[in-house]
Nanobody, 125 residues
Framework: QVQPVESGGGLVQAGGSLRLSCAASGGTDRNYVMGWFRQAPGKEREFLAAITWVFGSTYYSDSVQGRFTISRDTAKNTLYLQLHSLKPEDTAVYYC??????????????????WGQGTQVTVSS
């Protein structure tokens, strides 16, 4: 099992786009799910999106549906989060995480088993 590792964060202007990546464990376990969360200063960790690794089923938070897209490349064992139409309120540390509970609709952060160290996304106005 590989510890998730995020990359791709940075500074972007409002309205811009960014793609985050996360090195994942991958594999063929049908219960394996990966998700993206974010945490802004003084706020709780917020679920954004999740994907089942084998089947590619996705689930999104209402707050990012239509602006963010989660995907994975199983050949590269890499998870992605494409961010579009960024707003200053999207500024946060973005984390990828994983669990082996099959359910892509799990949104509570404490149900995830393993976490990356996070990558900072800053959106300037």
């Amino acid at each position: 099992q590989v510890q998730p590792v995020e990359s791709g964060g940075g500074l972007v202007q409002a309205g811009g786009s960014l793609r985050l990546s996360c090195a994942a464990s991958g594999g063929t376990d049908r219960n394996y799910v990966m998700g993206w969360f974010r945490q802004a200063p003084g706020k709780e960790r917020e679920f954004l999106a999740a994907i089942t690794w084998v089947f590619g089923s996705t689930y999104y938070s209402d707050s990012v549906q239509g602006r963010f897209t989660i995907s994975r490349d199983t050949a590269k064992n890499t998870l992605y989060l494409q961010l579009h139409s960024l707003k200053p309120e999207d500024t946060a540390v973005y984390y990828c995480a994983e669990h082996y509970k099959f359910d892509v609709r799990i949104t509570k952060w404490d149900r995830y088993d393993s976490w990356g160290q996070g990558t900072q996304v800053t959106v300037s106005s």
